[in-house]
């Protein structure tokens, strides 16, 4: 039977269901948690290049701030819709509890093709965006960071036009910015980074050597490059990667510096040198030992995960995994590290810049590091063991975990 096609919103709903039902918590936690407490479309007018007037569509969703002030990316994208957003809010959300910090969930994103636009435009567009959201973001509010499609210079922009607005330096505005503009040091590797952190424990709880593991990058962007590196460093080797025109595979081992190179010259892994081409679902279900997921939603479904072969899955990407998919590679023991454990490095560094941008006292990069692994290997092990002694999946600990946590701060706010 073919797999009900369920949009990322229905999928964390059900996910939280689930997670409230384990513990057992008062309904009314999950009649809070199911919605975001407030979303925001706006219509963006930009003058282009070429004088024209063109209108984006912009979203901002506010999931929950019991913890604290919300904080998420922007994503441009084509194809980016409301309920995309509300998903990815609700995963923050779950993401900063489950690593313990002061934060609630959002997410923002235009819908636009940035690949077609100048950078004058894509400037004037960030530009736009902060203006039209301006009035429910801030330092003490909401922190928006970077996501699919934008980058340390569109934070600049924005960072730069909300402090026009407030007629003073906000850089606490945002995450993700240029080191010059009070970024942190290591955020521009540490989705990837605490993904990895998570994968060195997990290879460690199930006794597999990472020095010569195979491993399979699928989306190789920021957080899947940098992946398939700090794999490679470790003595793995990287047998396959792929992007959105393809696919580079070699058995005997890719060198992720120079695919990286290649790509950037490119603009895809494809046709890498000593290379091969496979498809998505072939790249998916290679034989590895590691298989980091790093593109986008609904990557392993009911369809293609009976024939993974991975022992261990760390999703560096969002919702990569399916819910059906989910039961499937359980029932196959394979680990999967769940997103809001495995991607998490990226939103703790950001909490470190913001925190740095608070008190405009920076620290080292061997710091922002070592507090990472510190934190990262804290919240896997904290997972790990209630997956074992609940006899659950390591999703379903993990939400477990993060819904337990803000539950009790709903409690103790009076909100229940």
Known sequence: MAEKTLNPFEIVQKQVFDACQALGTDPAVYEILKEPQRTLEVSIPVRMDDGSIKSFLGYRAQHNDALGPTKGGIRFHPNVYMDEVKALAMWMTFKCAVLGLPYGGAKGA???????????????????????????????????APDVYTNPQIMAWMADEFSKMREK??????????????????????????????????????????????????????AGSFAAEL??????????????????????????????????????????PGSCDASNDEVLTMDCEI????????????????????????????????????????????????DILANAGGVTVSYFEWVQNLQNFYWTEEEVNSRLE???????????????????????AAYMRAVARVAEAMKVRGWL
């Open 374 to 396: 510190r934190m990262m290997v804290a919240a896997f092990d904290a997972v790990y063991d209630m997956h074992v002694e609940k006899k659950v999946k390591m999703r379903d």
């Open 169 to 222: 330096n906000v850089f606490g505005i945002i995450t993700g910015k240029p080191l010059i503009m009070g970024g942190s040091a290591g955020r521009n590797s540490a989705t990837a980074r605490g993904c990895v952190f998570t994968i060195v424990q997990a290879a460690k709880r199930l006794g597999i050597d990472l020095n010569g593991a195979r491993v399979v990058v699928q989306g190789f962007g920021n």
């Open 231 to 272: 794999m490679a460093q470790l003595g793995s080797k990287i047998i396959a990667v792929n992007d959105s025109k393809g696919a580079a595979v070699n058995p005997k081992g890719l060198d992720p510096k120079a695919v990286k190179e290649f790509k950037a010259k490119t603009g895809t892994v494809k046709g890498f």
């Open 110 to 144: 235009v819908k636009c093709d940035p690949k077609s636009m100048s950078q004058g435009e894509i400037e004037r567009l960030s530009r736009g965006y902060m203006r039209a959201i301006s009035q429910i973001v801030g330092p003490e509010k909401d922190i928006p």
């Open 291 to 338: 298989l980091i997921p790093a593109a986008l939603e609904n990557q392993i479904t009911s369809q293609n995960a009976a024939q993974v072969k991975a022992k261990i899955i760390g999703e560096a990407a969002n919702g990569p995994t399916t819910p059906e998919a989910d039961e499937i590679l359980a029932k196959n023991g394979v680990l999967v590290i769940p």
